[in-house]
């Protein structure tokens, strides 16, 4: 998870919402696995939805007002390694641009690591060849990764996804999304892209 992100967006709404997030299994316990020992009525229905990377989302807010935040929440960043390069990138033989004018020369050991065909010229970075960092599509390295930041290129957005909810006025309990996650057993909130999130 892209933390700093998250913990701008939890501060956000801090007065009126509240987010809970960790260990699947006992977060499940605490909601109560089925019928017979579930905390409110219905509300094992979304127990039983939590699997992958999931948290949950308690707030006073309407739920119109609250699957509207969820919508328009999106924070475009930097790509991590392992991450799907979701465009082509590629750098034109001679001096090297950044996305504040020209590279400082002390960048230039740091790209020629990562394999980019660069020199030196009067203390300006140049690029001897024609330079293709990523393909749409590929799996990045780390290398790929920390080019892109060099450039600015940002090719991940934060998002979260609002499966179902519970309302406690009348216990009843809403499908808003399908989740998309096979992994039953992942118990982590490390992941690079979107966050999925249940608003019981």
Not at 4 to 11: M, P
Not at 62 to 68: A, F, T, Y
Not at 89 to 113: I, K, Y
């Amino acid at each position: 998870m892209r933390n700093d992100k998250f913990k701008e967006f939890r501060e956000e709404h801090m007065d009126t919402s509240r987010f809970c997030m960790g260990s699947n299994k006992v977060l499940q316990v605490a909601l109560g696995r089925q019928e017979s020992d579930e905390y409110k009525q219905n509300i094992s229905e979304l127990s039983n939805r939590i699997r992958g990377k999931i948290g949950l989302f308690f707030t006073k807010l309407p739920q119109p007002e609250v699957i509207s935040l969820f919508e328009n929440l999106e924070v475009l960043d930097y790509a991590r390694t392992g991450s799907k390069a979701t465009e082509d990138f590629e750098l034109l033989e001679g001096p090297v641009e950044g996305p504040t004018g020209p590279l400082a020369h002390t960048l230039e050991p740091l790209l020629r690591r990562y394999g980019m065909p660069t020199k030196l010229n009067k203390g300006v970075v140049e690029l001897i060849a024609d330079h293709v960092v990523c393909k749409q599509g590929d799996t990045l390295t780390p290398g790929q990764a920390a080019l892109l930041r060099v450039f600015d290129v940002k090719m991940a957005a934060f998002k979260m996804t609002l499966l179902c909810c519970w309302e406690c006025e009348g216990e009843k309990f809403t499908v808003l999304a399908e989740d998309e996650s096979d992994d039953e057993e992942d118990e982590g909130f490390e992941g690079t892209g979107t966050e999925q999130i249940m608003l019981p």
